[in-house]
């Protein structure tokens, strides 16, 4: 476990910016066991990172934001959400990166994601600058993933729905990967959540 005390400063950056064109509606929105998903994902970040939590917010964003709860962390929105993924890690990561030591970035629609398995990537990173911690599940590697400050520059130049993965594959950095098959569980549809529950 790690004991640096740059390990303090990691930020849980919740991407819940989305159009979700497939799902039909604001998936964010959408609850699973009563709960919505992008505050499911809130309380599990909170958990962990306690008030370093950075939820980005564009479709939508008035009924995602009061769909969080009362005020964990902050909240930034991307004027760019429209263009992908990446544009909303380049916006949270110029949010903090002035503060932060790493973030993890996590998806909104990953659904069966843990605090546990938040605090095991933290737990994992040794605090250097060159080490990401990611999830590994199925047959690839992704989301949840920490990305180390030696992974800003990079982070904050991204556009389109380009996100960190191409850093995985970066002979610069030392990848550790945390096997956690329920990551795979991504909600792209109705379907997929009537689905899911069916067996919760």
Sequence with gaps: MAT????????????????ASRFGSTKQLAELDDVSLVRRAVNAATEVCENKVVIVVGHDWQAVTEACGPPQGFVVFNDNYADGLGS????????????????????????MITADH??????????ADNEIVATAYSDTVGAPVLFPRGCFEELCALQGDAGGRHLLADERFDVQMIRFEPAAVDLDTRADLDQLQGRS
């Excluded at 790493?102 to 659904?111: E, G, K, P, T």
Aim: aromatic share 4%; charged share 10%; no cysteine.
């Design 88 to 111: 909303s890690i380049a916006t949270a990561t110029k949010s903090v990166q002035h503060v932060a030591q790493a973030i993890i970035v996590l998806l909104a629609d990953q659904a």
């Design 4 to 19: 640096n005390e740059l390990t303090t400063q990691v930020y849980a950056v919740l991407l819940a910016a989305g159009s």
């Design 118 to 127: 938040i605090q095991a990537l933290r737990d994992a990173w040794s605090g």
